[in-house]
């Protein structure tokens, strides 16, 4: 099956400093990836639709300056997290999404700001 | 607003019984749904679909029923397994014109008893 991989799978930062997580499709192509957030014991909130060659679609309520989206390619999306704060602390998860209906996961990233 | 909703926050269920795992939506747009398995700390792995053309989809011990008039899908897992044990989301999607995008539930931890 499809897979895709995110880096890192764990970080940790200071206040203030910015984090960078890559979201990689391994064996296809995708044109169009997602990031979502999770917070404990809740469900998958979408944050941005990543598009390759243009640019990412945020969904109400996520700041397009502080969740910076890069699709530079067919196989890579990054998210980069600027600024962070403590409440920014969370699971990240991207997913890639395969022909014209199944969205693949990444394996998520946990982003702990002190 | 809840678009997509699993009301059961939990379940447990004997290993070899079947279980069966609940999801209403309101939106009558979608028209493709999916249930994802997830364990803690990973990504969610695609278990199962199904297109609203459709009332039922099987896969080997999955199986998912959709009545459209109801709005309601169900994943039944059938025998079930210890292994099985995770969180259930079921997702449902419209092509909005950009691309299809996912609206999960909340989730559904299921435990099964070995």
């Known amino acids: 099956g499809a897979v895709v991989s995110q880096h890192p799978s764990r970080v940790i930062c200071k206040s203030g400093t910015s984090v960078k997580i890559e979201c990689r499709s391994l064996?296809?192509?995708?044109?169009?990836m997602f990031w979502y957030r999770q917070f404990p014991k809740q469900s998958l909130m979408l944050m941005a639709t990543s598009n390759e060659g243009s640019k990412a679609t945020y969904e109400q309520g996520v700041e397009k300056d502080k969740f910076l989206i890069n699709h530079a390619s067919l196989t890579l999306s990054t998210l980069t997290v600027t600024s962070a704060h403590p409440e920014d602390s969370s699971f990240y998860i991207c997913?890639?999404?395969?022909?014209?209906?199944?969205?693949?996961f990444g394996p998520g990233t946990r982003l702990t700001v002190t | 607003d809840q678009q997509v909703k699993q009301n059961s926050p939990s379940l447990s269920v004997q290993e070899g019984r079947i279980s069966i795992l609940n999801c209403d939506y309101t939106?009558?747009?979608?028209?493709?749904f999916l249930w994802y398995k997830k364990y803690p700390a990973e990504g969610p792995t695609f278990l199962i679909s199904i297109s609203s053309i459709k009332d039922k989809n099987e896969d080997g011990r999955f199986t998912v029923f959709l009545n459209k008039s109801a709005k309601h899908l169900s994943l039944h897992i059938v025998p079930s397994q210890p292994g099985d044990s995770a969180v259930y989301f079921c997702?449902?999607?419209?092509?909005?014109?950009?691309?299809?995008?996912?609206?999960f539930g909340s989730g559904t931890q299921l435990t099964v008893l070995p």
């Open positions: 939106n009558s747009m979608f028209d493709y």
């Open positions: 064996d296809f192509q995708a044109t169009t």
């Open positions: 997702a449902a999607s419209f092509y909005s014109g950009s691309a299809r995008q996912l609206t």
């Open positions: 997913s890639a999404l395969a022909g014209v209906n199944e969205q693949y």
